[in-house]
């Protein structure tokens, strides 16, 4: 068939994976490239405990999760609207895992771990007939009116390959060790295109923890709490460090703490119940203020430890001026982790030099897509769903234009 487009994917991570599908399914020849000797490294990192795989939640709310500068909320409703966490949900059963929705609204698949997913993922890729070639990492890429030759580095030396449309979905910035590390950057500099830094996405922070606060606080967590950035405000859970503070609440606030010049939290840590109702509870209380409220407002080893040793604060000697404490606790933040340990990275390829089928404007026919490209969403499923719908868009666009 002359006409078939024979499209290159490169990067074998979920994004990558998802635009060979969409593309083969529509009809293109698929050659998938991927710089590691094996695919989706960094999907089994993230599924090793559990993978959540979406989040079930109806569309607006779901939408207004994804952020990034000058960020097109139009082209992603569409994007998210045709591949939603539905069509995620039943494509993985498709592949003979189901999955199941947690209390929390987190999407897994029943066996929870990502490698039986990607072990039928592959298969079905190849019966389709994408051709895998692993332990081929792109290096160079030059544009010509019809056609892309692609130059990668292998075991063997250098390998020069051309296609009629290129997909590139090569990751963001965290985690290197899994392939994502970002050298991409200096090849698309190369030819014009803007991108932002990569930084930490949800990842922990570091705190200068008071002497003395570790040894009743180190490994546990703070439950039931409300944590606020600025205006943000979230329900969740953080975990205390030897260097500082995880969680979930943390890692949602982490582009509001980034934009603060000196990033604070501020945690209530008993959100359910009033000022005046603790000071109430507290009753004819005189001494021992920490030792009393412990006892009668339920305080875990971590908030006692706070109100004992965090700086500038104590020594408590009304119930007041403790409950106020309570209800918003300050923690100065020095820095986020470094990108290595986070879960994502914001940065990567600017918007204005996409067009709305996720091409480049200054590469005809080189398509981005997954954590490429720079938005940035919380935990909770929504940046695998989001590497999926901009795979998908990518892969369909690519099989239809050149066709
Ligand atoms: C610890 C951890 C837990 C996570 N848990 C979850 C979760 O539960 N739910 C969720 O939604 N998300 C989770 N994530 C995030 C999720 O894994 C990523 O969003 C997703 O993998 C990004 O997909 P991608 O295809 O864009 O890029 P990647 O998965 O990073 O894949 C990019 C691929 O491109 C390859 N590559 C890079 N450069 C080149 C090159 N020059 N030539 C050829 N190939 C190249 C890389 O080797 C890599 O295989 C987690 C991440 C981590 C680190």
């Not at 050659?31 to 569309?59: D, H, I």
């Not at 985690?175 to 932002?196: C, F, M, Q, V």
Request: hydrophobic share 40%; aromatic share 8%.
């Amino acid at each position: 068939m002359p006409n078939t487009p024979h499209i290159a994917v490169i990067g074998a991570g979920p994004a990558g994976l998802f635009a060979a599908e969409s593309a083969v399914k529509k009809g293109a020849k698929v050659t998938l490239y991927e710089a590691k000797s094996g695919a989706g490294r960094k999907f089994l990192v993230a599924g090793k405990s559990g993978l959540n795989l979406t989040f079930n939640e109806p569309l607006m709310p779901f939408l207004g999760r994804y952020s990034g500068q000058n960020f097109p909320k139009a082209l992603w409703r569409d994007m998210i609207a045709r591949f939603d966490s539905d069509a995620l949900r039943e494509w993985c059963s498709s592949l003979g895992v189901d999955t199941f929705v947690a209390p929390s609204g987190k999407v897994f698949p029943q066996c929870m771990r990502a490698a039986p997913v990607l072990r039928a993922w592959l298969k079905r890729l190849k019966a389709l007939g994408v051709e895998f070639r692993p332990s081929h990492k792109l290096i160079d890429l030059v544009n010509s009116l019809d056609t892309t030759t692609l130059t990668f580095e292998t075991k063997e030396g250098q390998f020069h390959a051309k296609h009629s449309a290129t997909i590139l979905a090569m990751g963001g910035a965290s985690w290197p060790k899994t392939g994502s590390d970002a050298n991409w950057l200096s090849l698309l500099e190369r030819h014009g295109i803007r991108y932002y830094d990569f930084g930490a996405a949800n990842c922990g922070w570091n705190v200068s923890w008071p002497e003395g606060f570790l040894e009743h606080a180190e490994g546990l967590p703070l439950k039931n709490i409300t944590v606020s950035a600025g205006t943000l405000e979230v329900q969740g859970e953080l975990m205390v460090t030897s260097y500082g503070l995880e969680g979930s609440a943390i890692y949602r606030l982490g582009a509001a703490l980034r934009s603060m010049p000196s990033p604070l939290l501020t945690l209530d840590l008993k959100p359910k119940t009033t000022h005046a109702q603790l000071v109430t509870k507290l009753g004819k209380t005189r001494s021992g203020f920490i030792r009393e409220a412990r006892r009668r407002w339920k305080l875990c080893p971590v908030m006692a430890a706070l109100l004992k040793f965090m700086p500038d604060r104590g020594p408590w000697r009304d119930a007041s001026s403790l409950a106020t404490e309570v209800k918003a606790c300050q923690i100065p933040l020095l820095s986020p982790r470094p990108i290595e340990e986070a879960i994502s990275s914001h940065g990567g390829v600017c918007w204005s030099e996409i067009t709305e089928t996720l091409m480049l404007k200054h590469l005809p026919r080189v398509y981005v897509c997954g954590e490429m490209i720079h938005w940035e969403a919380p935990t909770g499923g929504y940046l695998l769903q989001g590497c999926f719908a901009t795979g998908h868009w990518a892969g369909s666009h690519a099989a239809t234009h050149t066709a």
